[in-house]
């Protein structure tokens, strides 16, 4: 069963993790998290960065996905820089 606590939300909108559950999840200073809001829950789920060899996966995965649709190096330059000039 999940451990139970109450926390406050501060004036500055900052909400306190109890040290039990940051213990539990190993959670460190610093630790990002993203924020779900729906009626009247809020769920935070912690985010990290992916290891470098789930990073060689994704990048593989992509230039294979671009070859096999035709996508070259200049339409993603022109992507590029149409988004910039927005």
């Known amino acids: 069963m999940a451990d139970i606590a ?22 460190e200073t610093g630790v990002q998290f993203v924020v779900l809001g729906d009626k009247d829950v809020v ?13 060689d996966h994704l990048i593989n995965k992509a230039r294979q996905s671009s ?7 200049s339409d993603i330059e022109g992507a590029i820089r149409k988004v910039r000039s927005q």
């Open 67 to 73: 070859k096999e649709v035709g996508l070259k190096k």
């Open 6 to 27: 109450t926390t406050k939300l501060s004036s500055k909108g900052q909400v306190v993790i109890p040290e039990n559950i940051r213990k539990k999840l190993k959670l």
């Open 43 to 55: 769920i935070l789920k912690k985010i990290s960065p992916p290891s470098i060899d789930e990073f």
